[in-house]
Structures are given as structure tokens and as C-alpha cells.
């Protein structure tokens, strides 16, 4: 008797069918379906399409497994189809629905539509939404402003909080619980951050004075660090590599916005009543960001990132400061064989106009220059950075930023400066311009200069970073 699997079927239903289907699905990847009681309860829910996309397996190779044991597929890969015809219409009417939150409906009443429509959303999907807005023509403020509204419309339905309910694992899952790993990092420094936030939020409703909070809000700080990870080492991959600019384009927007209201919350306070306020909002929001890191970002980043990537961004993180934690722990798989960071200098002398010097003295006198110096090239694209290994860099360039648009590199809401900086410097409408600011409690300039040939051809441009305090010192004495 020929044996039929209909993938329309719940999990349950099939093995009922087929008890020797329990064996198979565990081998392919489905290690929660030996548990009766997950059979019993999430399996009469839940279909195999469905099983394997929560947890990241692909539905072509359950198909071809349970082929070789004998069975007949169908509905599997019809419903793959099925699924692709399906998804724009979803996504349309997911994009309306975020639409609507932006132009400032309340979520009450988009949330009843949502649900009657949509029992579980992914991390693609909801950045699609949100890219989709954006790339229609709504300004990239107007979704920024409302990025917390809508991710509250979410929340209980992404498929990451639903599988976590219904006790099945999955690769973001799996990510964040493995010691060590990027998003294992992560996922403990945004622990440490609620835990602090929860603290303040308490003390905030006893009545505390902002002048006794100054312990805590200087913890609360260290989110710059936790940020710059996000925004070097996450969204732009994401962006650069995989052309998903939702999180590049929203959420380091609001990472922005956080970081600098709370900075401007660490003076001291003109009006009380306001600061606790304000400094509510900022709570808020910024528990709403873990909520969406935990739930799409890094989702999304586990979906994507390929083993050499998590090896380059492991590497990377090194190089900037843990967020409330006292270190990054270990990873086991980590390793430095990934061919970007096995640089081979070659052994002759370079010979300048001026001398000549073996690429180990040019890299040193460039490492002992007391600038940081970035050069991009003609094209717009990151070419080098120096090292400056006896100390910290105040601008943190992690080497995967190499070879990569500088544009890229930028929060969206400095790219149209960065832009007309460049485009002023090629068409040689301009060759420097200077910024003064401040930065990890150092005095700071910033210097920008056309690079030229003889002929005055654009090669590039030269970003060099100076700390001032010395000067500061010098003409106070």
C-alpha cells in the first residue's frame, strides 16, 4: 500500500498515520516531536512547512527524506508554491498595516485587524514592511518615529516568541544560548540592560531624585557600547551583503535618538517633574528595542549571516567595549582562519619620491601617526584604516568595513552629509572641512581632505581624527 504524507496535515495528524514518521522527523531535525506531550499539544497545531520554517530547516530536504523512505509528498512542494503566491499578499497587507500606525491610527484598532489576519509573523516579513514603506516614498523619520508602535503591534506574534512558547528550537534560538556567540554576546548584554532598566524604572517610582540616580544612568551609558556593535557589525552586513535596510534604515535611527536623550539626560536637570518623564520615555524605548532585537534583528541575522561572517564579527567584537558585562565570554568554534584577518605584507621596499620603505616601516609610521586615518577611495569605498594598536580608537572601524560603501557605514540620517561632503570633494568644489566636537569625554577634531594626484585628479578622501586635549592642557599651564 503506497504510504501518502498530505503536508497539509498537522504533525499529529502524520504520525498518527505513520508512527515510524516520529523517527524520521527527528533525524531530519525535529528532536521535539519524541516528546509525547509536545505531539499531543503543539503538533495538533502545527504542519511540517510550518515546523520548518520556525526552526530554519529547509522544507526541500524534508521532502527528499521522507521520499527515500517511501513515502509520497504531496502538498509539499505544491504548498511551497503556495506559500510563495501567498506572500506578497501578506506582505502588502502587513505593509498596510504599519502604514496605517505611521500616519498615526491608533494601534488599538489596527491590532484587531492585524490578528484576525495574521496568527504568527516573521522577522522577514516585518522588515519588509517596513523597507517596502520606505522605499515608496515615506520619509525615513516619519517610520523611525513610529518604529516602537509598530513593533508593539508584534508582540506575541513573531514566530521567535511563538516557538519559544511552544518549546521548539530554532537557529536564532540555538544562536543566543551558545556561549560566546555574536548574538549569545548580545542577547546577555540586552539581559543586563533590562535588569538596569527595571532597577531605574522601580526607583523612579518611589520617588527617587534624579540627583540619586547618577550610579545608574552612568551604568545605563555603556549602551553606547552595545550599540556600536549593532550598528557596525549587524546592520550593515545586513545591508551591504544581503540588501535587508529595514534595521539599517529604522533601528540605528532610534539607536541614535536614544543614545543622544539620554546623554542630554545626564546633565543636570532644570525641571524634576520633566527629567522623570523624560527619562521614562527613554526607558521605555529602549525596552522596546530589545523587544525588537531579540524578536527581528537578530532573527533576521540568523537567517542570513553565513559561518565565515559570525567568524569575522566574533573577531570584531573584541575590539569594543563590553555593555555591563565584565567580558565577552568564550566561544569554542571561534577561530582567526578567516582569510581577512591573515594579511601577508610583502618583503621588497616601496619606492616613493621622496625614499623608500618596506611595507612593515610604512604600516608602523602610519600605526604611529597620533591621528586615526581613514582613506576612501574614488569610488566611495572603505580602502584603509590605520591601526593605532597602543590605544583605544575613539571611532571604532572593525576590518570587515573594508572594501565595503562607505554610505554603508553611516546611520541614515548622516548619509546625506556624508554625501554632499564627498560629491563637494570630487567635483573639487572643495578639498577640507573641519568639525569640532567631543567624544568618550575627549575634546575632538575631525578633518576631511581631498586626496589628489600632480594633476589634481580626485583620489579620494583622508578622514583623520584627532584627540585635542593636549592643546587644551598646553594653554591652560
Not at 520606505?134 to 516619519?142: A, C, E, Q, Y
Not at 560566546?180 to 517610582?205: A, D, F, Q
Not at 576590518?399 to 554632499?420: E, S, T, Y
Request: proline content about 3%; aromatic content about 8%.
Amino acid at each position: 500500500m503506497e504510504k501518502v504524507l498530505d503536508l497539509r496535515k498537522t504533525v499529529f495528524e502524520l504520525c498518527s498515520e505513520h508512527p515510524e514518521l516520529k523517527e524520521i522527523m527527528v533525524g531530519v531535525g525535529f528532536k521535539e516531536i519524541s516528546n509525547p506531550i509536545t505531539l499531543q499539544t503543539v503538533g495538533r497545531v502545527m504542519t511540517i512547512p510550518k515546523g520548518a520554517a520556525i526552526k530554519g530547516i529547509k522544507l526541500e530536504v524534508v521532502v527528499k527524506t521522507f521520499q527515500i523512505h517511501g513515502f509520497k509528498v504531496i502538498n509539499g512542494t505544491e504548498s511551497v508554491s503556495a506559500d510563495a503566491s501567498t506572500k506578497e499578499s501578506r506582505s502588502r497587507l502587513l505593509q498596510s498595516y504599519v502604514e496605517r500606525l505611521t500616519k498615526g491610527e491608533d494601534i488599538k484598532s489596527v491590532r484587531r485587524d492585524f490578528v484576525k489576519n495574521f496568527r504568527n509573523v516573521d522577522a522577514e516579513e516585518i522588515a519588509h514592511a517596513e523597507q517596502q514603506l520606505i522605499r515608496s516614498g515615506v520619509k525615513i523619520h516619519d517610520v523611525q518615529r513610529m518604529c516602537d508602535v509598530h513593533s508593539a503591534l508584534f508582540h506575541g506574534t513573531t514566530l521567535e516568541e511563538v516557538s519559544s512558547l511552544q518549546g521548539i528550537d530554532n537557529r536564532c534560538a540555538s544562536m543566543m544560548r551558545e556561549q560566546g556567540h555574536p548574538l549569545n554576546i548580545l542577547y546577555k548584554e540586552n539581559l543586563e540592560i533590562e535588569s538596569l532598566i527595571n532597577i531605574i524604572y522601580t526607583l523612579l517610582s518611589e520617588g527617587a531624585k534624579p540627583s540619586t540616580l547618577s550610579q545608574q544612568i552612568e551604568q545605563l551609558k555603556q549602551l553606547t557600547n552595545h550599540f556600536s556593535k549593532k550598528g557596525d557589525l549587524l546592520y550593515t552586513v545586513l545591508r551591504s551583503n544581503y540588501d535587508v535596510d529595514a534595521p539599517f534604515n529604522v533601528m540605528w535611527g532610534v539607536d541614535d535618538e536614544i543614545r543622544d536623550e539620554l546623554h542630554r539626560l545626564c546633565k543636570k536637570p532644570s525641571d524634576e517633574a520633566e527629567w522623570t518623564e523624560r527619562m521614562q520615555v527613554v526607558l521605555t524605548r529602549e525596552r522596546e528595542m530589545i523587544y525588537k532585537e531579540n524578536n527581528i534583528l537578530f532573527p533576521l541575522c540568523a537567517n542570513h549571516f553565513n559561518d565565515d561572517e559570525w567568524q569575522e564579527i566574533r573577531t570584531e567584537i573584541d575590539g569594543y567595549r563590553p555593555c555591563l558585562l565584565n567580558e565577552y565570554p568564550a566561544w569554542a568554534k571561534h577561530t582567526h582562519s578567516h582569510p581577512l584577518y591573515q594579511v601577508k605584507r610583502s618583503e621588497g621596499k616601496i619606492q616613493l619620491l621622496s625614499g623608500k620603505m618596506s611595507v612593515t616601516q610604512l604600516e608602523a609610521l602610519l600605526n604611529t601617526i597620533p591621528y586615526e586615518i581613514t582613506f576612501i577611495d574614488q569610488d566611495n569605498t572603505n580602502s584603509y584604516f590605520n591601526q593605532q594598536l597602543k590605544d583605544e580608537k575613539l571611532f571604532k572601524r572593525p576590518l570587515m568595513a573594508l572594501g565595503r560603501n562607505v554610505f554603508d557605514c553611516h546611520p541614515p540620517m548622516v548619509q546625506p552629509m556624508v554625501k554632499q561632503l564627498l560629491d563637494s570633494f570630487q567635483k573639487g568644489e572643495n578639498n577640507s572641512f573641519e568639525i569640532w566636537g567631543e567624544k568618550g569625554g575627549h575634546d575632538v577634531l575631525i578633518r576631511y581632505l581631498a586626496v589628489r594626484d600632480d594633476d589634481g585628479n580626485y583620489l579620494g578622501t583622508m578622514e583623520c581624527v584627532q584627540v585635542m586635549d593636549f592643546a587644551k592642557k598646553h594653554y591652560k599651564s
